[in-house]
Structures are given as C-alpha cells and as structure tokens.
C-alpha cells in the first residue's frame, strides 16, 4: 500500500469520523490540529468539554488491535498538542478536556468511540 493510498484512507475516516460526531452532537472545532511534533485529528465540544479525538482507520486490523496503535509516544504528542491547543483557546479554559480515540471502518461507515482513552 502507497503512502498516498494511506493517506487517503486516513482523510476518508477522519471524514466519517467527523459525520459520526457530528450526529452525536459533538461541534467540531478544528480538523488535523498541528502544533509543534503533535497533531490532534479532531477538537471538537460538546456541553462543557472539549475532546481531542484520535483517529484510527485501518482496513486490515482487527478492532481490538486498533486501540494499541496509539503509542506511549504518540499520547504524549496528542497531550502536547492538546496543551498548546488549549492555551491558544481562552475561551475554553473553564471547559474540561478529555481524550476519546475512534476507530473507523470507513468501507462499512462504522465507527467505535472509546472514550477516555488515555489523561
């Protein structure tokens, strides 16, 4: 598989992702949030929390193993993102944060949402 072919499967579960949280009403606030070495794949609201949402979108990988894809290192760069994220968003600061991971089988539009998935 070609970068560019996993690449594109990543932006179409990120697509469905955001669909899902949408009807779920969650507002989206910021799509592949890139700060520093982190990214963020969706900020998004809902009530008095804001969500950093991790997106996992593989074809071949059973559910169970999605969740393992996100690393300690890769945690750590989604926190630090986060973070920053966090301090450019006064508005925001009396929000509480949480970190949700979803994982995306964007062939079925199927989407499992774990939330607190990591602090």
Request: proline letters at 3%.
């Given at each position: ?89 006064p508005q925001l600061r009396s929000y509480r944060i949480r ?10 539009g199927v989407v499992r949402h774990i939330e607190n998935a990591?602090?």
């Amino acid at each position: 598989m070609t970068a560019n072919s996993t690449t594109a499967r990543g932006r179409r579960g990120e697509r469905v992702a955001a669909e899902y949280l949408r009807e779920h009403g969650y507002e989206i606030l910021e799509i592949n949030f890139r700060s520093g070495p982190g990214e963020v794949d969706i900020v998004g609201t809902r009530q008095d929390t804001v969500v950093f949402f991790e997106v996992k979108t593989w074809a071949a990988v059973p559910w169970s193993e999605l969740a393992y894809a996100v690393t300690r290192s890769k945690r750590a760069r989604i926190t630090a993102a986060a973070q920053l994220y966090m301090a450019g968003a006064p508005q925001l600061r009396s929000y509480r944060i949480r970190f949700d991971l979803l994982l995306v089988s964007p062939k079925e539009g199927v989407v499992r949402h774990i939330e607190n998935a990591f602090a």
